[in-house]
């Protein structure tokens, strides 16, 4: 099973991008898909994720600005981001707890994609 995020990009401050993370393999079932952030100097946190009913969790630095979703059938989670700030640039990393069947869950992480928001 691999994730494979794209979408970042640069952008002013205000503007909006739409990062997308997509699983891919075979035999498997996800459980949260969420999206981390790590900015230069700071460690990982966590920006926002969705369970498979489609429950939300948003950091505060980020309510109301961006929105998570995913697309079940297509094993896909995206974040969108809007009226972005200088303090959100960061590589965003996405993630999901996935069962591969006959085995236990555990988490599998994207391989980043840099999101950069000039002022």
Excluded at 54 to 65: L, W
Excluded at 81 to 96: I, Q
Aim: charged residues 15%; contains cysteine.
């Amino acid at each position: 099973v691999q994730l494979q995020a794209s979408g970042g990009g640069l952008v002013q401050a205000g503007g909006s991008l739409r990062p997308s993370c997509a699983a891919s393999g075979s035999g498997f079932s996800i459980n949260v898909m969420g999206w981390y952030r790590q900015a230069p100097g700071k460690a990982r946190e966590l920006v926002a994720d969705i369970a498979t009913g489609g429950n939300t969790y948003y950091a505060d630095s980020v309510k109301g600005r961006f929105t998570i979703s995913r697309d079940n059938a297509k094993n896909t989670v995206s974040l969108l981001m809007n009226s972005l700030k200088p303090e959100d640039t960061a590589v965003y990393y996405c993630n999901a707890d996935i069962m591969r069947w006959g085995s236990n869950s555990r988490l599998y992480w994207g391989q980043g994609t840099l999101v950069t928001v000039s002022s």
